[in-house]
């Protein structure tokens, strides 16, 4: 069983920054995804970002040039470096995780993170 860890969030004036961090504790399939999606009030949960284990990553038009995805793998970590935050960027952030197997994928969820940005 993979459990998902999450800190970083809190408070930020826009057009400042945080960092995220998920740890995953237990073992990841050699293959899989980790990645960032985020829900605010009233509205859908959305992704924000994607890394492969083999680092290729993508991300929301939203986010692009402003969020930075990357990971430790030898930490089972993933991290989203969030720069120039706006107030619409508010929305609690959850990790996520995806197992690969030939059988199947098993996915994950973190707890989630509330980030607001305000002045």
């Known amino acids: 069983q993979v459990q998902l860890v999450e800190s970083g969030g809190g408070l930020v004036q826009p057009g400042g920054s945080l960092r995220l961090s998920c740890a995953a504790s237990?073992?990841?399939?050699?293959?899989?995804?980790m990645g960032w999606f985020r829900q605010a009030p009233g509205k859908q949960r959305e992704v924000v970002a994607t890394i492969t284990s083999g680092g290729s990553t993508n991300s929301a038009d939203s986010v692009k040039g402003r969020f930075t995805i990357s990971r430790d793998n030898a930490k089972n970590t993933v991290y989203l470096q969030m720069n120039s935050l706006k107030s619409e960027d508010t929305a609690v952030y959850y990790c996520?995780?995806?197992?690969?197997?030939?059988?199947?994928?098993?996915?994950?969820w973190g707890q989630g993170t509330q980030v607001t940005v305000s002045s």
């Open positions: 996520n995780a995806k197992s690969i197997f030939p059988i199947g994928t098993y996915t994950y």
């Open positions: 237990g073992r990841l399939s050699s293959t899989n995804v």
